[in-house]
């Protein structure tokens, strides 16, 4: 669970620093930031390279998708059952 | 003979007239179709009083109503004035106001958000609304669909000539708010003709439009679909495997993309490489120099798709190209002339410039704009007479100045270097960096402000703005960053902003940019 926050919190202050519009809105973790006009289709590359580098992770294109993306906290619950997957994977 | 832009249109809906034309989700219209829509709106923009050269101002997302409201506003004897669709209520007012635009046409939504500017900018007489809408506003108001069901009274009379201005698309400079570009119907039909000559596009083709239609080459990817009876396909992504899906569905025979368009579609683990795409003919780069590696995954994802990298500046439409075979022998060269055009490399005392040697890119030909909208002055430095005039010239021809750095090789191909002046590309936006830093000093606790581009292999400018706080003030970059974000569209927003004490002057006492740019390890 702690891993799971911790993974949530990196994700929030990415998208408040690089989505300025984000942090001015005050956007919370389930707000759409595809609806809200606050990504669009290069603030997901900057989301994607982000997270790769951020948690060692490669993002398949079937993973490119609006449900993943849509907010901070689906992000964030996608990104760690991804991490948690290639966890288990390699043990 | 097709000498205004909407005739094109009108000759393919005789040529081919139950062949698909245009595409946007699940919705196809023939040729037939949209030149009849074309015609009525035409009809029904004459109706609320659109004249000879009067500003067509277009702000909508890329669709059906978009394309035929271009068309419309061109058979109607307008100008049409494609605005991002992205773009915010105070950049709208500004290229508003500026074109003294006597209609415009949006949607419901986008109209809520310009009621705030609306009284700024008198010139707008009629609005023609998309969609349903309740808000007020005091112009008159016309529901698009309304109009569409105008019926054409008689046969059309076009009394507009080629050389009358067809287009205006916004882009900006080194310095200030976006400067109008000004193209006749000639450049448009020009444009469409020389583009659909290198790039052999026939009405077998089916173009895929991502590039915004606000945009030169966008535009052109209209243009010339239109002009060769191929069908053209709208869409709007955020994912590259959308662009993917599309691309395999429509069986699309041409893209067109700028180099941050690339690098998405280029990621590792991309849809791309793993869909067969046998019918993509071409794929053409502008808007700045694609990264090598790019280029070299995406020849390897798409072996039977020739890439065409291009360069051109909106005052000149299209420039150079480099053909497919060269790709090997020179990946960074932009390549040769467009055919009908002559480009020359013009050194500092005004002589053609050796191999090699770094000169300003000079563009002769016909796609060269008629200037600046309401900057005679702007306009007289871009375009100015050949320097070298052929003999028997009765009036020497107009060439475009483009402030871009260049070389010639011994073989005649040439090399982008750099601008001459401060003006940022920021994802293929031409960004000013003094329009950045007017929205930055709105805030009272900034004393001035001073941005550059450093160049960025996805994004060719990454911004970055120096700040200096007023006395006894202090200002944070974070809360800076978010007000520009409710200010400006994302491509013109910072991706950094330094508190400095002091900027850097010279001895005249203006902001030394280059000075700044090498602070950055940027020469």
Aim: charged content about 20%; hydrophobic content about 40%; glycine content about 8%.
């Amino acid at each position: 669970m702690q891993l799971q926050e911790t993974t949530a919190a990196k994700i929030r202050e990415f998208v408040y620093a690089q989505f300025p519009l984000a942090r001015q809105r005050e956007i919370g973790d389930d707000v759409s930031l595809i609806e809200e006009g606050i990504v669009d289709s290069l603030g997901i590359l900057e989301i994607v390279t982000f997270v790769e580098t951020e948690f060692s992770i490669i993002l398949e294109d079937d993973e490119m998708l609006g449900e993943n993306f849509n907010t901070i906290a689906s992000l964030s619950a996608f990104i760690h059952a991804k991490i948690e997957g290639t966890v288990s994977a390699d043990a | 003979m097709d000498y205004l832009l909407h005739h094109t249109l009108r000759t393919c809906a005789e040529r081919f007239p139950q062949k698909e034309a245009l595409v946007h989700r699940d919705r196809r219209l023939s040729f037939a179709d949209l030149a009849s829509s074309v015609a009525a709106l035409a009809q029904g923009l004459r109706d609320a009083g659109v004249e000879r050269t009067d500003r067509v101002g277009i702000y909508l997302e890329p669709s059906i109503e978009q394309v035929v409201s271009i068309y419309a506003a061109s058979q109607a004897g307008g100008v049409f004035v494609p605005m991002h669709q992205g773009l915010f209520a105070q950049q709208i007012a500004h290229i508003a106001s500026d074109c003294q635009m006597k209609v415009l046409i949006t949607d419901a939504k986008r109209l809520e958000r310009l009621q705030e500017i609306l009284p700024q900018v008198s010139s707008i007489e009629t609005i023609v609304v998309v969609g349903e809408t309740d808000v007020e506003v005091n112009r008159e108001t016309l529901a698009f669909n309304a109009l569409l069901a105008t019926t054409a009274k008689k046969p059309w009379h076009d009394v507009a000539i080629e050389k009358d201005l067809g287009a205006i698309l916004y882009t900006s400079g080194s310095t200030g708010k976006p400067k109008g570009v000004m193209l006749s119907h000639a450049n448009l039909v020009a444009g469409a003709s020389i583009v659909s000559e290198y790039l052999s596009i026939t009405d077998a083709d089916r173009i895929l439009a991502v590039l915004p239609f606000s945009f030169d080459a966008g535009l052109n990817q209209l243009t010339t679909a239109f002009q060769q009876g191929s069908t053209l396909v709208l869409t709007t992504f955020l994912f590259a495997k959308e662009i993917v899906d599309v691309l395999e569905r429509e069986s699309i025979t041409g893209l067109a993309g700028v180099p941050s368009m690339w690098a998405l579609l280029a990621q590792p683990g991309s849809k791309l490489k793993a869909t067969p795409l046998p019918h993509l003919r071409y794929i053409t780069n502008t808007g700045g120099a694609m990264q090598v590696n790019v280029l070299t995954k995406l020849r390897e994802a798409l072996p039977t798709t020739q890439p065409f990298l291009m360069y051109g500046l909106t005052e000149a439409f299209r420039s150079t190209y480099l053909p497919p075979e060269e790709l090997d022998r020179r990946p960074t060269s932009i390549g040769k002339a467009i055919p009908n055009t002559e480009i020359l490399v013009v050194n500092e005392n005004g002589q053609l410039c050796g191999p090699d040697e770094p000169g300003e890119l000079v563009h002769h030909g016909p796609t060269v704009s008629l200037g600046y909208w309401g900057h005679p002055e702007l306009t007289n430095r871009v375009l100015r007479p050949h320097p070298f005039p052929s003999p028997g010239d009765a009036e020497v021809a107009k060439v475009c100045y483009s402030g871009d750095l260049v070389k010639m090789d011994a073989d005649g191909f040439l090399y982008f270097i750099g601008r001459r002046d401060n003006q940022i590309k920021s994802s293929g936006f031409r960004v000013s960096p003094t329009e950045i830093e007017e929205i930055l000093c709105k805030n009272a606790d900034l004393q001035e402000a001073a941005v550059i581009g450093i160049p960025d292999a996805v994004l060719g400018h990454r911004i970055k703005a120096f700040v200096v706080a007023g006395e006894g003030a202090t200002v944070q970059s974070d809360e800076l960053l978010a007000e520009c974000a409710t200010a400006m569209p994302r491509h013109m927003i910072p991706k950094e902003i330094e508190v400095v004490a002091e900027l850097p002057k010279t001895s005249s006492g203006k902001v030394n940019y280059p000075a700044l740019r090498q602070g950055e390890g940027v020469g």
